[in-house]
């Protein structure tokens, strides 16, 4: 496998990491049939106040999160995010550059997002039609949980909804991912 290198990430990556962002949620997001064209994730909705805000959220470093980025020479590939809350950790902005997917980088990204949440669960936000991203999370441990829901971003046409579900990892269960990564 090729080494990438992986650090905590800092306030100058905002450039990379909002275009690498843009082009894995755009492909990942994107479905004709569900009425979710790519213009609903172009470079004009991220470039938004409102998403660059959610973005910079991620990124900058806070005394509750941690957030790493993965770099292929100079270039951003891959970021992930793990936040505490009150009683558990959110994983956020878990993303691979299209191009570097499957290559074994997000498998060290969450491990060490694990090793920070190690004796609480872990819940995450996936949007119901990333189908890939759901069979991976399943084989990892993570089971559905709560209420599903939907959003709408700025700017997007009226009516134009992601439905949404949430995932938990037990701590038990991360406990044994992280032995397994
Ligand atoms: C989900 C994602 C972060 C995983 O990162 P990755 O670098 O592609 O994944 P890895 O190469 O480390 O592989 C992780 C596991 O998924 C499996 N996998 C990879 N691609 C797969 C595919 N297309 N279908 C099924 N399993 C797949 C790997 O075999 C591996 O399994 P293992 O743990 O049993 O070894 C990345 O694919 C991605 O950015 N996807 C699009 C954006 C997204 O959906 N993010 C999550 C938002 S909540």
Redesign the pocket.
């Known amino acids: 496998m090729k080494s990438f290198q992986i650090r905590p990430a800092k306030k100058g990556d905002f450039p990379k990491y909002a275009q690498m962002l843009q082009k894995?949620?755009s492909?990942?997001?994107t479905n004709k049939k569900l009425g979710l064209p790519s213009s609903l994730f172009s470079e004009k909705i991220f470039s938004t106040k409102g998403f660059k805000a959610w973005m910079k959220g991620n990124l900058y470093p806070g005394p509750k999160k941690k957030t790493w980025v993965a770099l292929s020479g100079s270039r951003l590939i891959?970021a992930?995010t793990i936040k505490q809350e009150k009683r558990l950790n959110e994983?956020r902005?878990?993303?691979?550059?299209?191009k570097?997917?499957?290559?074994?980088?997000?498998?060290?990204?969450?491990k060490l997002s694990l090793g920070y949440s190690k004796g609480r669960d872990i819940i995450?936000?996936?949007?119901s039609h990333?189908l890939?991203?759901l069979?991976?999370?399943k084989?990892?441990g993570f089971i559905k949980h709560g209420k599903p829901g939907s959003h709408h971003w700025p700017l997007w046409p009226k009516g134009v909804r992601m439905k949404y579900t949430h995932?938990l990892l037990s701590r038990k269960k991360l406990e044994k991912l992280y032995n397994?990564?």
């Open positions: 894995s949620i492909k990942a997001y891959g992930v994983l902005g878990f993303y691979i550059d299209p570097f997917q499957g290559k074994g980088l997000g498998k060290q990204l969450l995450l936000i996936l949007y990333n890939k991203s069979a991976i999370y084989k990892w995932l397994r990564l």
